[in-house]
């Protein structure tokens, strides 16, 4: 019992659980948020463009020989629902994968411009940062001071 107890435990701490569980709870929250939004603003207009009651629970058929009815308001209400909110999440995930996107790409930006190799002026390859002379054509780099240079070819400077 106790070892079922702990895979238990483990199982529910595991990252996306938890990830799942909140999922979930916001979820419902926004179900809420979006069935207001048609209760109470998408309904309403329906009803001033049509100019009808705005009441679907008449669009339904009484299956005969019983007191049940086919309900087509209901289940269009909740297709409406669904759309609503599967509109709102797409659109609420592109915008999450656009700033992911952006921001990537600003971070792929920063690390080549941080790491954008120097190159010889004379051969064109590839020289380290430091570097004063280049280990391909042995020139002297541009940057390199006077000083440098002379420290380098074994001369004091004057």
Known sequence: MK??????GEFINRGNIVDMAV?????GGFTALVTALIT????????????????????????PGS????????FIGALINFLLTALVVFIILRLVKSA????AA?????????KAPRTCNYCKSEVADDALRCPHCTSVLPNASKQNVA???GQASA
């Not at 070892?3 to 238990?8: A, D, L, M, S």
């Not at 999922?23 to 979820?27: D, K």
């Not at 992911?100 to 921001?103: D, M, P, Y």
């Not at 600003?106 to 941080?114: C, V």
């Open 3 to 8: 070892k079922f107890f702990k895979e238990f």
């Open 100 to 103: 992911q996107t952006a921001a």
């Open 67 to 74: 007191d049940q009815a086919i309900d087509f308001g209901a």
């Open 23 to 27: 999922g979930v709870i916001i979820g």
């Open 106 to 114: 600003l971070k792929k930006a920063e690390k080549t411009e941080e």
């Open 151 to 153: 420290d380098m070819n």
């Open 40 to 63: 109470y603003i998408i309904n309403p207009l329906i009803t001033a463009a049509t100019g009808g009651t705005g009441n679907y629970s008449g669009l339904s058929i009484a299956i």
